[in-house]
């Protein structure tokens, strides 16, 4: 199995489907656009892209993704 440094670094380049696996996959395909100023169609279309129902994204998870946002762009 994985070590907890290896499923840290399959966790933060959103490879894994935990809560903070799939922010960061969400963030990351936003980021390759180069601005953290995203529209509602942007997002939905992002989390389609990134196999992430929308409807399931909370409040944390959208800060959790603009804080992936701040530190990518």
């Known amino acids: 199995m994985f070590e907890p440094w290896q499923m840290a670094a399959l966790e933060e380049y959103g490879y894994t489907d ?21 529209g509602n169609e942007e997002f939905y279309n992002a989390c389609i892209s990134c196999g992430v129902d929308p409807s399931s994204i ?3 998870d959208l800060d959790e993704i603009q804080g992936v946002l701040n530190r990518l762009t």
């Open 58 to 60: 909370t409040q944390a």
């Open 18 to 38: 935990t809560s903070s696996g799939l922010c960061n996959r969400i963030g990351r395909y936003l980021a390759q656009n180069g601005s953290n100023n995203i």
